[in-house]
């Protein structure tokens, strides 16, 4: 880090925020669209109602098809 601020200045530690909070926005809207269709998803399709029990079979459903 001293040898950043020495060579480009403290604004050189902020170099990439930019693209960085782009691509962390980006990431976070699509996760966050997908969450939500697939919770709308098991309501229809489970007796489950918004609250703790679906978000935790949301997670169980997830879990086993990454595992």
Avoid: C, N
Avoid at 27 to 43: G, H, I
Avoid at 46 to 58: D, I, V, Y
């Amino acid at each position: 880090m001293r040898e950043i601020v020495a060579t480009e200045g403290v604004a050189g530690l902020w170099k990439g925020v930019g693209p960085a909070m782009a691509r962390a926005a980006a990431l976070t809207a699509s996760q966050l669209a997908t969450y939500d269709e697939s919770k709308q998803a098991l309501m229809r399709w489970t007796s489950l109602e918004e609250g703790f029990f679906l978000h935790l079979r949301f997670y169980a459903v997830q879990v086993q098809q990454q595992g």
